[in-house]
């Protein structure tokens, strides 16, 4: 395998195989590295506002992930994704003699429709994921560089789809099996970003009245049903603002805001700035 070095003292906590890949840059989604970490309880590597999504899966040790406020301890076995354009911590946790070791890609460009695409925009920690496999045809994927590139990461994309593919499914069939009503719920509340939220049509869906629904809700996820859904519109917002160039107001029906109005003091409210300022400054430090 290909080694890299880094200049940044976090090379001093961990070291592994690199493969450094080729690529175009007119590609609007692409991994010029994947790798494995194996890191001593030193390790620690955080990125405030991260520019890239990393999708990554334990084979040995533990650790723990934060992407943003949400905090997940990881083992063997587990995968995780820390998104683009969130805070992510990645910290050691086991002793040098069992030292947390995971395999990563990282996925530049546009990275944050495919998350969405596959329902794993709010799901950075998936338990039991069983995909060491896809991650170790990526790698040999890797090995059989071509001159331009093209192949490469043709391969190591449709790698990246199939290991989306195999957590969607993982996170589908552990919501079935913890919480039939909670796999529904958020299967019906995914569905609805750009539609408005109406409690009365989602208790008669779910079956329950909305009190009953958002307590369940609640204990599994530590946040309301209208939390969830206006989270999500968010950062939907966010993506949009930065990745297109439709107008706000075309955002705004997008996501079920029939007043543009309403969306862009609603999205001022919650972030602090206003969509029109959020992707000026998202273009400036492009």
Known sequence: MDMAHTNDNRAQHKYGDIHALPYSPDLSVYIPMIGMNICAPTYKNIRKKADITVLGYVINGHGEIQVNAEKHRLGKGDAFILRKDSKHEVTALSDSSDPWTYYWYNLHGNSLPLLEAFHLFHTPYIPNADIEALFLKGFAAAKLKTEDGMDTQTSLILSSTE???????????????????????????????????????????????????????????????????????????????????????????????????????????KTGIAPTLYRQQANAIR
């Open 163 to 269: 290991i989306f593919i195999a957590l969607q499914k993982s996170v589908k069939q552990a919501a079935e099996y913890t919480s039939p009503m909670m796999g529904r719920m958020k299967l019906y509340l995914d569905q609805l970003v750009g539609e408005p939220f109406q409690s009365e049509d989602f208790a008669h869906q779910m079956g329950l009245s909305f009190k009953q629904l958002n307590r369940i809700f609640k204990q599994h996820t530590g946040s309301t049903v209208y939390q969830y859904v206006l989270t999500r519109k968010l950062d939907i917002a966010r993506m949009m603002l930065q990745d297109t160039e439709l107008p706000v107001s075309e955002i705004a029906v997008h996501l079920g805001y029939e007043d543009p109005q309403y969306f862009s003091n609603l999205f001022k409210q």
